[in-house]
């Protein structure tokens, strides 16, 4: 297992404190808006870790009927973390 799907497990499963992290989203690797420093709360899992809910407030500020909870991979989710540079936040 990946050491962050772990550390995400870990923190939802077994603290209960989802983790905060540091992203960066573009639309052309299928995220729903673009922004180049923004943080979300990783809110849940998959029993398998290889999607994890994402809590995003500000996604309902850009597209107007979009719900602030979504699923996404470990490896979107992943990506948007080294693109972003700074990793987890908490």
């Known amino acids: 297992m990946d ?4 550390n995400f497990e ?4 077994t603290f209960d404190a989802p983790p905060i992290v540091a992203v ?3 639309t052309t690797e299928g995220w729903g808006y673009n922004i180049a420093s923004h943080a ?7 029993a398998d870790l290889e999607y994890f809910r ?3 407030s500000y996604i309902t500020w850009v597209i107007e009927d979009a719900n602030m909870f979504y ?3 470990a490896n979107a ?3 948007a973390m080294s693109t972003r540079g700074i990793g987890y936040i908490y």
């Open 54 to 56: 994402i809590a995003d």
């Open 3 to 6: 050491t962050m799907q772990y």
């Open 77 to 79: 989710i992943y990506n």
């Open 10 to 13: 870990k923190g939802i499963g």
């Open 71 to 73: 699923t996404r991979t």
């Open 40 to 46: 979300v709360c990783i809110s849940g899992k998959r």
């Open 24 to 26: 960066k989203f573009l």
